[in-house]
């Protein structure tokens, strides 16, 4: 299982996630990118780019809010209430809070564009860690649902249910979330044809899946 994005919103975030200029400082444009989107910091990409705080933070909360459709998809569920949506958004910024990286290296291109950036990325566990305890529940959960024990919920109220025991089991476990050892990926910065710099989707699909990585077999009900 691995996040996957709408593209109407990535498509937000490509254009959003630009800067331009002379000597441009790839590692710091970078780790301003990771900032905002996890750590929910927009100083530095608010320098690099001048948009504005509130351009920033829809951004980013558009962003979020796909995370966590793409956080129900992994688990087989369609949409639950939005105070459900509005938990897993609260789990996923506690996560994304704790997320570890750091620019380890630059390489420059031949042509004088912009440096592909090595990005070191320690990822978060709480998925991989929990999985069998996930596993159970989702069995539990199929069991009951053969025997029709909630056939007087509504749709939202039945993926409510279901969502709400995967939450907890990982609610319950953010206070012990191991690390994963280090893992690196090329940053390529790519000049678009206005001249600015950006992030391409496929880059910033690959730095999710690796910050927080879903174990290879499937978990859905």
Known sequence: MKFKYSLPCLLLL??????????????????SIMDTLYKGDYTSYMDFTGVSRSDVSL????WLTSS??????????????????????ALLTQL??????????????????PKTVQLSIRPLNILKDNYDAIQIYVHSFNEKNADFSYADLTEE?????????????????LADMTFGEATTLDI???KNSDG???????TLTAI???LLPWPETDTQQ
């Open 96 to 113: 994304y809070a704790n997320a570890s990286y750091e620019v380890t290296a630059e390489t420059p291109a031949s042509d004088g564009s």
């Open 196 to 202: 600015l710099y950006t992030i391409s989707e496929d």
């Open 14 to 31: 490509v254009v959003m996630l630009t800067g331009c200029g002379r000597n441009f400082d790839s590692s710091g444009y970078v780790t």
């Open 208 to 210: 999710q899946n690796t």
């Open 59 to 62: 951004y980013r909360d558009q």
């Open 157 to 173: 109220a039945y993926y409510d249910t279901y969502l709400d025991g995967i939450l907890t089991i990982l609610e319950s476990h």
């Open 68 to 89: 966590a459709e793409a956080f129900m998809t992994a688990f087989g569920a369609g949409t639950p209430s939005e105070e459900t949506t509005d938990r897993i958004i």
């Open 188 to 190: 390529p910065l790519e």
